[in-house]
Structures are given as C-alpha cells and as structure tokens.
C-alpha cells in the first residue's frame, strides 16, 4: 500500500430511542408493528440501522429483510464477519414470530442457529433473507430463516431459532 493511499474510514450511526420503538410496540399486534416499520411509520432499531439491514416483508408468520454488505462487515481475515449474517437470521426469524403476536405479547429468543454455506464479501451483493414460522404454540414459537444473494441466487447461510412467547405484564416481561 503506498503511502498516499488513505486507510482510515469513518461511519456515523444516527438512531432513535428503542424504549420510545419497543413502547409503540407494545400499544399494537405483531403484525401492524412490523408493517408499520417496513412502511416507515415506526423508526428502525438501533441494530438495523447500526448493522445496516431493512425489513421489506411482512406477512402473518414470515418476513423478509434485505443488507448490502460492504468493507465496514470484515472480519480480521478479509471477508464478511459470520455474525452479520447471524444478526440477519436472527432479525428475521425473530420478526417472523414477531408477526403473530397479540396486543401485550412479547418474544425473546432463547436458541439460535446458524449454517454459514459460502463466504460474503463487498462483491457479493445485496442479501436477502426470508423468515418464517414453522412452529407456532402458546409459549414457544419455532422459526427458520435463508439467506440468498439477490444477484446470484445462491443461498449463503440457513438458520433456525426457538423462540418464548410471554404476556407483558407491566413490569418488563
């Protein structure tokens, strides 16, 4: 690298309150909450905005998000950290579960995992990836997540998570 070659990148990252996210989210059902926030009309959380991901589906059981990723994503070998596409398959498959939810329910997730396929560089391109709920009961909800590349189609990474499913109760859960 010669020397007049800048190596030095900067990001500034701007986001809203997730108390103020989470309080709107608890005043509607699952589902007018994320299509509220894949409309615009809800401010996305921190991680979104942070990592650099956006919601562009949202279906009773199942939702979509789509990341570029880009040099501000590597990892000290050269290539997109894992957990980037970890954080990917989480939001899906949480948001997922999250569209079933009544008014006054709340998730968490209490096992994620993850299969990375191929690696994800800057060329890779846009990523796509789709969640959606296979298991639905009273207190534990199951969801799988795919992450694809826009471009080539190629899946990169597959992941399943277990999700509880409780009532707020005023008190934080």
């Given at each position: 690298?010669?020397?007049?070659t800048p190596t030095t990148r900067r990001r500034e990252t701007v986001w809203e309150d997730p108390r103020a996210i989470g309080a ?45 990723p880009g040099e501000h994503h590597y990892n000290l070998i050269g290539s997109v950290h894992g957990g980037l596409v970890a954080t ?86």
């Amino acid at each position: 690298m010669s020397d007049d070659t800048p190596t030095t990148r900067r990001r500034e990252t701007v986001w809203e309150d997730p108390r103020a996210i989470g309080a709107t989210a608890a005043e509607m059902t699952g589902l007018d909450f994320m299509r509220a926030l894949r409309d615009g009309k809800v401010p996305a959380p921190p991680i979104a905005v942070t990592v650099g991901f956006d919601l562009t589906e949202a279906e009773e059981g199942r939702t979509a998000f789509t990341c570029t990723p880009g040099e501000h994503h590597y990892n000290l070998i050269g290539s997109v950290h894992g957990g980037l596409v970890a954080t990917l398959i989480d939001s899906a498959t949480g948001t997922a579960v999250h569209t079933t939810l009544a008014k006054g329910e709340l998730y968490g997730t209490v096992n994620l995992s993850v299969d990375m396929l191929r690696p994800v560089t800057d060329k890779t391109g846009t990523l796509i990836t789709e969640g959606e709920v296979v298991h639905r009961g009273r207190n534990i909800a199951i969801a799988t997540a795919e992450t694809k590349g826009e471009q080539d189609g190629k899946v990169y990474a597959r992941g399943q998570a277990t999700c509880f499913i409780y009532k707020v109760d005023g008190r934080g859960g």
